[in-house]
């Protein structure tokens, strides 16, 4: 069995790669969702836009669910205290979703044009919301949450759903939205031809320019909020206990990391190459070759908001020293090497399975497909 201290570092950097996971796979169904009504302008082109993804979406799932899965198992206490002080907001990302698994099934069923209509801009909820309150959720976690144990580690949230919307918060959810939009832009772009793909190109292209300008700015903008440091001596292999460290607050302390290791910026460097060459490709119609730098792109935005907190993985404005770690909130050792084997196992049968499957349905949907196809397409 590996060493505690290994495997809570093994577990951040899982966790790290599911959320990525889940916003290159999830999030091109939910970016070809936002942009729906936007690029289709009736019926049939509509149709082509849910049939790029309507294959995939619900497989696409497994990393939202695994994440979620991963975080309750891996970080109990980070789960129990994230989805009590964001109740309301992971509420709302909830009933977005349910617009989704109904859309995509009863949206073709009727022939009726209100109809169709209402489920499209359902999709474009269950496809826009999400990404949109994850990124406040992220710019919240950098502010800090105001949340406090007490001895018995019972934690108690001092906020509400309104203070969650503040300015820094809706900027990183800027972020969020522009880059996945940016994400289903280039996958639709790749799956479609003829106007429709024109329209997702400037639409894409428009959302790799938004990312990039929003997340320089939050990067700015970073550099003057009151990051976390621990001042005390940390034991990598002790047992969780977060209220054992003491925690100081101070402006810039979330670019330290950067400072000790220079090679980090790689990763804001990689956001901001990886949405500009996206925007480059697609007008070029490298759509395949956009969707990977794309999703290089979300890589490093994903990256830097983890290399900046680290080991910070929820920090308290109430009451610092309870903030929780990558190294005070984890579970048992045998819990993370058990989970780190089942993944080694599923992890790779999960990809496999998607690749076969995208690979066989790969190719472009086009308006004779969907008329051919009338009854079966959805």
Same mark, same amino acid.
Request: proline share 4%; no cysteine; glycine share 10%.
């Given at each position: ?64 669910? *695994?994440?979620?899965? @991963?975080?309750? =198992? /891996? #970080?109990?206490? +980070?789960? $129990?205290?994230?989805?009590? !002080? &964001? ?112 329209? *997702?190109?400037?639409? @894409?292209?428009? =959302? /790799? #320019?938004?990312? +990039?300008? $929003?997340?320089?700015?939050? !990067? &700015? ?120 084997? /089942? ?36």
């Amino acid at each position: 069995m590996m060493d505690y201290s290994t495997l809570k570092m093994i577990w951040w950097l899982l966790v790290g790669v599911l959320l990525i996971g889940f916003a290159i796979m999830d999030g091109h169904d939910m970016g070809v969702g936002t942009l729906l009504p936007f690029v289709g302008r009736n019926d049939v082109e509509r149709r082509v836009v849910i049939n790029t993804v309507g294959p995939h979406w619900d497989g696409n799932q497994v990393w939202f669910i *695994t994440g979620g899965g @991963a975080i309750f =198992a /891996a #970080w109990p206490l +980070v789960y $129990a205290t994230a989805f009590s !002080g &964001f109740y309301w907001a992971m509420l709302v990302v909830l009933w977005a979703l349910f617009f989704r698994p109904v859309g995509f099934d009863y949206r073709s069923k009727i022939h009726n044009a209100t109809w169709r209509s209402t489920w499209d801009w359902g999709l474009f909820i269950g496809g826009s919301v999400p990404p949109l309150i994850f990124g406040v959720a992220f710019g919240n976690l950098l502010q800090g949450v105001p949340f406090q144990f007490d001895a018995y580690l019972v934690s108690t949230y001092s906020g509400n759903f309104w203070q969650l919307l503040n300015p820094f918060a809706l900027l990183a959810g800027v972020v969020s939205s522009a880059m996945i939009t940016m994400q289903g832009g280039a996958y639709l772009a790749h799956r479609t031809e003829g106007v429709i793909q024109e329209r *997702t190109i400037k639409a @894409a292209t428009g =959302a /790799a #320019w938004l990312m +990039v300008a $929003a997340f320089v700015g939050a !990067g &700015f903008w970073l550099q003057s909020i009151e990051g976390y440091r621990i001042t005390s001596t940390i034991d990598m292999n002790a047992l969780p206990d977060p209220l054992s460290k003491t925690v100081v607050r101070e402006a810039g302390a979330w670019m330290r990391n950067y400072t000790q290791q220079p090679l980090l910026w790689l990763l804001p460097g990689l956001a901001v190459a990886g949405a500009l060459v996206t925007s480059l490709l697609l007008r070029l119609r490298y759509t395949l070759s956009a969707f990977v730098t794309s999703s290089l792109a979300l890589v490093g935005v994903i990256g830097t908001a983890g290399a900046s907190m680290f080991p910070f993985v929820m920090p308290s404005s109430s009451m610092p020293n309870a903030s929780l770690t990558v190294w005070d909130s984890a579970s048992s050792q045998l819990t993370l090497s058990l989970m780190f084997w /089942a993944t080694v196992i599923f992890m790779p049968l999960i990809v496999g399975y998607t690749s076969w499957a995208y690979s066989v349905m790969r190719g472009k949907v086009t308006a004779a497909y969907i008329r051919e196809n009338d009854h079966a397409a959805y």
